[in-house]
């Protein structure tokens, strides 16, 4: 009956094996199995393992339970409750502490919460394909004299039109049970959203295209239509609910309706999916069939994503190994570059986007981990406020705790009675910051685009709210705790405490711990801050204030004479003109065709054509010979580079000599000053301009005149609908899609400047604990000391002093560790803001002048206190 | 004193010990219960109610021979006592008593007394 040896989680049953009657557990253990047995059997081992656990929870019953003399299981229900009724009272009684501790802990939990929260949703990407274990895509390594790109993506080869290498691959290796492919329509670097029409209707939208078996693959759930294989014909295409919503008005009408693409193809709508959520990373608003990818849709990259259904139980490294063999013998021996493959698992693509040493590995997921742990240190921090104020006001309860032992209570009940109450502070911390995450929820979703909804019904995030609550309950009363439950009564009660020389470096150290975390986070968010508005802000090599473009398409190219004379003579607007590219989103990159006069080495170039007045437009500066002019007619047969190609080439004198690309040859005749051609990680790459006016694809780029953008947009319109009336336009402003491509940073920037705000804040408020804790001390010595004529300043200096240390300890100790930290960030940059030091500098200053600013409120109380208030007592 | 009447649970499970008669061990009478009422209960639960009869000394309880299926552990067989046997009657006949007197069924039976 046993299936493949599979036992019930070990875990589980030594918890049973812990509380259960030795005389039972023959019989529980195997009633038990036999139930997993039959779960495995009904439903599937995960199934049956978690109805293990919860079959031995439900155990904890109090027929079943071992009784022993010394088990806290044993301890009374009356006691725990006698606890919490002290621990509520001990709350109310002391109320500034309470809120400086709950409010605290609440802050470093909300920020704890949020972190938990978008990490969580982040690693969901993509995992909810019911095959997902299953699913792996193809990534490719092409080795071409020791320069390797990486990419996931899959060979092709041209032979009376390009094929995918491993088509067949189904039938060459068996493990390999289904396949998919997919290759994005709207990507850089020659992808943009596609017009569609029907009837007077016409939108543009972002799809892409896919092969027969994408459905069968992957869980996209088509609603209405095919079911199997919507996009087996040439003809044939799938679109989103919202798209058929759109055009048809419901899904069901839209099946067997034709839309027309882009003015050129019908295609027979033959399938409706569900919308795409936002947790793939897959997104598309249609897809087209792969023969119409393959033979004559324009491609928005070569790159095609290759997914692969391995058969259960199939190890995907031979798998791997077997693909790349294969890939290997079908390919042309005397190709001068090489070309692999391997496969990497589907859902954690996302994840990791970027290739170290040719296998996928950093990416989002480094940002997952930093804050993560970002997450746990704020907790961390507001844990130790937490046991730093109980520490510090122990001598309060010092009578207490004796008084307690004197009547009869043991360690343990006084360990169980300090342990009780941290559980139930942090309990209150707890509903508060779930209180105020539930509500902060839309801000944060806004703000870092994403749309996490507050997990009511998701009982994983409950169990790790409550496991929260025990935890942080736990670690911050257990000091507390051990140290007060130690103290000996007769001298409490006699007053005699001292507090010991360690339990105070104790507390210092925890202090220093605080205000390192957050000098820390300090420098990281000023430097995340700094180097977002320096790329943000950098100047590129070309204007991109008041620059406005759109696709080439439709009409435009074959009437652009006319269209451009039109809009010049139209109100704000300042200069038009056209390119195969926008300047910043150069994507493109080719080597060999690029040859020049004494080539003897391979350069990647990013070739790009444009139109006459291009340089002019953009603000593009020539350093060498002269730009493209209509004046010469023999420049449409000529090139410009720019300085990093020149230097690559590593030629002298590049203005005169020749270059060619692809077939087209002719003399350089002017070099361009190195401008900004794609995102700032990258360093500026080798660039060569000719001069295209009728190319069928590209962009129309338009200066505004400035302060009048809207009449230009108005010019434009007009002009556009009459022109080239098929298509809708679609224009972007160019600094706008500049700093779209900062995305990541401006989160990572926004999620830093809040962590840094709360881990300030928090440690503050221990700070503030701390001295309002000091100044009850010492209101005797600081009475005395102004009856003996010190003055304020002085009392204020003295009393400030030793907190201001220790903020300058942290300090030093965070000064090392964030400089490290910036190094290895900012070096991920080609350009980036110089590792200044008045930074740290700022950072540190700013951290003393908050910890100065929050003693202050108590010292300066403590200062003008009248010493005969003070000194009456006794 | 221990308390003598029987719950709805535990007239069910009762029951069902009855039933199974040789096979009556916690977990079979688990899964019973659950094909039977359509409800899941935890073995625990019903371990937990199956201790409680015995103390009122309705059921008895002795180990069973080992069998392989499940490691070679002994599973605990429940068999009803004379005690438990009466208290079901009891019980039984106390509600088809009531239920008699169940205005419906009262008239009912008048009808078919050929009493209007």
């Known amino acids: 009956m046993s299936i493949q040896g599979n036992i019930p989680p070990k875990l589980a049953q030594k918890l049973l094996q812990w509380f259960l009657k030795d005389e039972l557990l023959e019989e529980v253990t195997g009633d038990l199995e036999e139930k997993f047995e039959l779960d495995q059997e009904t439903y599937s081992l995960s199934k049956a393992r978690r109805n293990y656990w919860f079959q031995v929870i439900n155990y904890i019953r109090p027929f079943a339970i071992k009784r022993s003399k010394n088990s806290i299981t044993m301890m009374k229900i009356g006691i725990i409750s006698s606890f919490f009724k002290v621990g509520y009272r001990n709350l109310l009684r002391h109320k500034s502490f309470s809120l400086i501790n709950v409010s605290g802990l609440a802050l470093g939990l909300i920020c704890f919460l949020f972190i938990f929260l978008w990490v969580r949703e982040e690693m969901s990407v993509d995992s909810f394909h019911s095959k997902s274990e299953n699913l792996y895509v193809i990534y490719r390594n092409q080795d071409a004299d020791g320069s390797v790109q990486s990419s996931f993506s899959t060979p092709m080869r041209w032979n009376n039109g390009y094929h995918i290498v491993v088509d067949d691959m189904e039938e060459a290796i068996p493990e390999v049970k289904n396949k998919a492919y997919y290759a994005t329509g709207y990507e850089l670097p020659w992808g943009y959203p596609k017009t569609f029409r029907y009837g007077d209707k016409k939108f543009k939208l972002e799809g892409s295209r896919a092969s027969e078996d994408f459905f069968k693959v992957f869980d996209y759930q088509v609603i209405a239509g095919d079911q199997e294989t919507p996009l087996s014909d040439v003809s044939s295409m799938a679109i989103s609910r919202k798209m058929a919503i759109l055009f048809f008005n419901s899904p069901e009408e839209a099946i067997g309706q034709t839309l027309n693409y882009e003015d050129k193809y019908d295609f027979q709508v033959t399938a409706v999916f569900e919308d795409v959520t936002d947790r793939s990373s897959l997104q598309f608003q249609y897809l087209i069939n792969w023969e119409s990818q393959m033979k004559r849709l324009e491609w928005s990259s070569d790159q095609v994503l290759t997914t692969i259904e391995l058969q259960d139980g199939a190890d995907p490294q031979i798998v791997a190994a077997k693909l790349d063999n294969y890939l290997q013998s079908r390919l042309d021996e005397n190709e001068d570059f090489e070309d692999h493959i391997g496969l990497y698992p589907f859902d954690q693509k996302y994840l990791h986007s970027t290739f170290v040493n040719g296998i996928p590995a950093d990416g989002l997921i480094s940002y997952m981990k930093i804050f993560s742990w970002v997450g746990v240190f704020i907790l961390l921090v507001a844990s130790i406020n937490f046991m730093n104020l109980t520490t510090a006001r122990s001598i309060k309860r010092a009578k207490e705790v004796a008084m307690r032992k004197v009547v009869g209570s043991n360690k343990l009940y006084l360990i169980g009675q300090f342990l009780c109450e941290s559980i139930l502070i942090a309990a209150v911390a707890m509903v508060l910051a779930l209180g105020a995450v539930a509500l902060l929820l839309p801000i944060f979703n806004s703000s870092l685009n994403k749309s996490i909804s507050f997990p009511m019904l998701d009982y994983q995030f409950w169990t790790i709210c409550v496991g929260l609550i025990v935890l942080v309950g736990f670690v911050a009363g257990s000091y507390p705790a051990l140290y007060l439950s130690s103290l000996r009564p007769i001298q409490s009660l006699k007053g005699l405490i001292r507090i010991s020389k360690s339990s105070i470096w104790f507390r210092k150290g925890l202090v220093v711990f605080q205000f390192s975390v957050s000098i820390v986070l300090l420098v990281v968010t000023i430097f995340i801050t700094r180097q977002t508005d320096y790329l943000r802000s950098k100047n590129l090599g070309y204007d991109r204030e008041n620059i406005i473009s759109f696709r080439v398409e439709g009409t435009i190219n074959s009437s652009y004479e006319v269209f451009k004379n039109r809009l010049l003579s139209m109100p704000g607007i300042a200069a038009l003109d056209r390119g195969s590219e926008e300047p910043q989103a150069m994507g493109f990159e080719v080597s060999k065709p690029i040859n020049w006069q004494g080539k003897d080495h391979e350069v990647g170039f990013k070739p790009s054509s444009v139109g006459y007045d291009y340089l002019d437009l953009m603000g593009l500066e020539v350093v060498e010979g002269r730009g493209f002019s209509k004046a010469h007619p023999s420049d449409s047969g000529a090139f410009m580079i720019n300085e990093a190609a020149v230097k690559q080439m590593a030629i002298d004198n590049p203005v005169g000599k020749w270059i060619s690309a692809w077939d087209k040859r002719g003399k350089i005749i002017g070099v361009l000053k190195d401008f900004h051609s794609s995102s700032l990680h990258e360093p500026i790459k080798p660039v060569i301009l000719d001069v295209k006016e009728d190319l069928y694809f590209g962009v129309v780029i338009v200066k505004t005149k400035s302060g009048q953008t809207e009449e230009a947009l108005a010019s434009l319109e007009n002009i556009y609908k009459e022109m080239n009336p098929n298509f809708p336009l679609d224009y972007k402003f160019m600094d706008a899609a500049y700093n779209n491509m900062y995305q990541t940073e401006m989160v990572m920037g926004k999620l830093s400047n809040i962590s840094a705000l709360l881990a300030i804040v928090i440690s503050c408020l221990g700070l503030f604990g701390l001295a309002m804790f000091t100044a009850e001390q010492r209101t005797k010595e600081i009475g005395i000391r102004k009856v003996l004529g010190a003055t304020v300043n002085q009392l204020i200096g003295l009393f400030s002093k030793d907190f201001l240390l220790l903020v300058m300890v942290a300090f030093l100790v965070a000064l090392p560790l964030s400089w490290y930290l910036m190094k290895q960030w900012l070096e991920s940059y080609a350009y980036h803001v110089d590792l200044s030091w008045w930074v740290f500098a700022v950072a540190g200053l700013a951290s003393l002048l908050v910890a100065f600013g929050t003693i202050s409120f108590q010292s300066v109380k403590v200062a003008l206190s009248n010493p005969v208030k003070s000194l009456r007592a006794e | ?116």
């Open chain 2, 1 to 116: 004193m221990k308390e003598t009447r029987l719950g709805e649970f535990e007239e069910v499970l009762l029951l069902l010990v009855g039933i199974l008669n040789e096979e009556a061990y916690a977990f079979k009478i688990a899964e019973e219960f659950k094909n039977q009422s359509g409800r899941n209960v935890s073995i625990g639960s019903v371990h937990s109610t199956l201790d409680r009869l015995k103390d009122k000394g309705f059921l008895t309880s002795e180990m069973g021979e080992p069998t392989a299926e499940r490691g070679g552990r002994r599973k605990r067989i429940y068999s009803i006592t004379a005690i438990g046997k009466r208290a079901l009657e009891q019980s039984r006949d106390f509600k088809v008593n009531l239920w008699n007197q169940y205005p419906e069924l009262a008239l009912n039976k008048l009808k078919i007394l050929g009493i209007k």
